[in-house]
């Protein structure tokens, strides 16, 4: 009898753990399936710089992308090409970096690949709707003319070196008012902060599309070379390159012309 009762105990101690061993068993395969998934979805999510003048283009360029990559998660950061560019040599978690110009892109080196110039723009002197001015030489004193900061914004650098050319600048130096990107510059003139700007014509024309601006394009400026923008993977993540490639397809150069880029 008694060894009937030992024989019960010893069976029941090890059917205990034979369930608690397979318990920690599924337990373990749980959280390792969900370690691959984790990192399955890390590769599915990228981030994305973007000059500030790609604010309202790169929504439609996200949707059109994520038909194909539908589980792609994309953050976007916009600001000047220069102050993001900056940002990327700290160490920021940029997978994409698309600059309104070349020289930010290029200035990365071998940190950026698969570069590609995916679009050009216009700089344009901006005024209210009611502005009587013809060029920036007709600013009276206390009046102001926004541009860019040259050294963080393209724009702002296409502007100066578009003054300097035309031996303007001297002229309006005491006039100047920087701003950390063209969207402030259009806000400034907009808001009656500066009568004058130079801004993207992409930027112009979408303020005149919401139907919210009170702005018109007075002159557009003669650039000696054309403002180039250019895209490139910082990441070596797929997604990364992908969104890259996707900038070169018939699709996404209709999205950019639609917003007046020129592709």
Request: proline share 2%; with cysteine; glycine share 4%.
């Amino acid at each position: 009898m008694k060894r009937t009762w030992l024989f019960l105990i010893i069976a029941t101690i090890m059917i205990c753990m034979l369930i608690t061993g397979c318990s920690n068993s599924n337990s373990e395969n749980n959280h390792s399936e969900k370690d691959a998934s984790n990192k399955d979805d890390n590769k599915k999510e990228i981030h994305i710089s973007a000059a500030a003048s790609l604010t309202d283009v790169t929504k439609d360029l996200e949707q059109a992308f994520n038909k194909k990559h539908k589980n792609a998660k994309i953050t976007f950061n916009y600001g000047g090409s220069g102050a993001l560019r900056q940002q990327i040599e700290k160490g920021a978690p940029v997978d994409v970096f698309m600059s309104a110009n070349t020289k930010d892109i290029d200035a990365l080196g071998k940190q950026a690949q698969n570069k590609y110039e995916y679009a050009q723009n216009d700089l344009v002197l901006i005024g209210e709707s009611n502005s009587i001015y013809k060029n920036v030489s007709d600013l009276k004193q206390g009046e102001k003319l926004a541009i860019g900061e040259a050294k963080s914004v393209p724009a702002g650098k296409y502007a100066e070196q578009y003054l300097k050319d035309h031996q303007l600048y001297e002229d309006v130096k005491p006039h100047l008012v920087f701003a950390k990107d063209v969207r402030q510059v259009l806000n400034y003139v907009e808001k009656g902060n500066a009568q004058l700007g130079y801004v993207y014509k992409t930027d112009l024309y979408q303020s005149q599309k919401n139907g919210d601006s009170n702005v018109k394009e007075i002159q557009t400026a003669e650039l000696k070379q054309p403002i180039t923008y250019k895209s490139a993977a910082i990441s070596d993540k797929k997604l990364a390159i992908a969104w890259v490639e996707f900038l070169k397809t018939d699709e996404a150069q209709e999205i950019l012309k639609k917003y007046k880029f020129k592709v």
